[in-house]
């Protein structure tokens, strides 16, 4: 009995230890809530987020201006091109006959309309002839009429006299009408300015631009996607044929539930994170907009949510994030990736994402203005051959 006594522990003692032992755990217990609690306070609060967020970025169409059959195809699927690369060619040859006739109807309308200004001279010299002819027969006729009752001129003679003096007069106003008529196409206008000019260099405009759109030139530079046609195949204006996905304009659309949004403002920092690099590779950017409207309604088939069956559930609006564009250019992202955001609402003086402004021009080419630049050479060109000095033509548009 003593041996045993000796070697279990008496019951204070084990008391004393679980007592011992369940105020270090209560203590370690408390201490995390109060961590937790500190952190809630100081940092979770202030941070909003989702893993329902995806890259995306412009689509740019590639559509064909003008109808022709496709000779060559200079892009392919994951190529990058620039701004005014080729990436598709037309059979010019039909386009390249309307341009010679119109070229052709430009000429000959100048020339035209510059005979129609030399008219006006042509013109008032004869209103010239026929007034000195008309002054001539009415002195004629002064001095003859003394003359008729001394025998010396006969009545006969009188009166061819004055025939020829109303048909000069008939003459007379028929020239000055033909000069009105002349006038009236002339008047307000110079050559190169005459509505007869303008309209046949807008008819050689019109077939230059379509024999210069048989080469399709991309209007962004980017990564082709989607490319759809085929050599030798007939494509329609304005049907796509691929597109140009620009990767350095990238933005995500982080879809935060309507409960999140209330401490949104624009221009608030956000942390992302890309699956396709993992945690360790962050981007940085910053809250831009808000989307119009929920995913479900402007989804193809809407919820109907007036029927008898409705549940509710929580809706997300897609926020607009935009990306560093150096962060980018480090760690590429394509469209359609998934990314995870966190937004720090700590401040809160911006505006709230339902009231972002409008932030400029979405996208901008340069592309057909060259087209427009190089046309307008060409018209005044052919106009100043034709006219014998050099002109310069209105421009198109």
């Not at 209560?26 to 967020?53: E, I, M, P, Q």
């Not at 991309?218 to 494509?235: D, E, I, K, M, N």
């Not at 350095?248 to 994170?273: C, I, M, Y």
């Not at 250019?329 to 998934?338: E, F, I, K, M």
Request: with cysteine; net charge neutral.
């Amino acid at each position: 009995m003593t041996t045993e006594n000796t070697l279990t522990p008496a019951p204070s003692a084990m008391e004393a230890t679980r007592k011992r032992r369940l105020i270090i755990l209560s203590v370690l217990c408390l201490a995390a809530a109060v961590a937790y609690g500190l952190y809630w306070f100081l940092v979770a609060r202030f941070k909003v987020d989702t893993d329902n967020a995806y890259v995306q970025g412009n689509v740019v169409q590639i559509t064909p201006q003008v109808a022709g059959t496709v000779v060559a195809i200079e892009a392919d699927d994951t190529d990058t091109v620039t701004v005014g690369q080729m990436l598709v060619k037309l059979d010019p040859v039909d386009a390249r006959v309307a341009l010679d006739q119109a070229e052709a109807q430009l000429a000959q309308t100048v020339r035209e309309v510059r005979a129609t200004f030399a008219n006006n001279s042509a013109l008032t010299a004869t209103i010239n002839v026929r007034q000195a002819d008309l002054s001539r027969l009415t002195a004629d006729m002064s001095r003859r009429e003394s003359l008729v009752e001394g025998g010396a001129v006969s009545v006969e003679e009188l009166q061819h006299l004055q025939t020829s003096i109303a048909n000069a007069k008939s003459a007379l106003t028929e020239a000055k009408e033909q000069l009105a008529r002349n006038t009236a196409l002339t008047d307000g206008a110079t050559v190169e300015t005459h509505p007869r000019v303008l309209a046949a260099a807008g008819k050689y405009r019109e077939a230059w631009l379509a024999y210069k759109r048989s080469g399709i030139a991309a209007p962004v530079a980017g990564t082709v996607a989607r490319r759809s046609v085929q050599v030798g195949q007939r494509v329609a204006s304005g049907v796509p044929i691929m597109a140009i996905v620009p990767l350095d304009q990238l933005w995500v659309d982080a879809n935060f539930k309507e409960s999140q949004l209330e401490d949104l403002r624009v221009g608030q920092p956000v942390l992302l994170t890309a699956d396709v690099y993992g945690h360790r590779t962050e981007y940085r950017g910053q809250v831009v907009g808000l989307g119009a409207g929920t995913g479900a309604a402007f989804s193809l088939l809407p919820a109907q949510n007036a029927t008898g069956n409705w549940i509710k559930v929580v809706q997300r609006v897609p926020v607009r994030i935009a990306l560093d564009p150096q962060e980018l250019a480090a760690h590429p992202l394509r469209v359609g990736l998934s990314m995870e955001a966190t937004v720090d609402v700590h401040d809160q003086s911006g505006k709230r994402v339902t009231e972002a402004g409008h932030s400029g021009p979405a996208a901008t080419t340069t592309v057909f203005d060259d087209l427009t630049k190089a046309v307008d050479e060409k018209v005044n060109a052919i106009v100043s051959d034709n006219l014998g000095h050099r002109v310069s033509l209105p421009r198109a548009g």
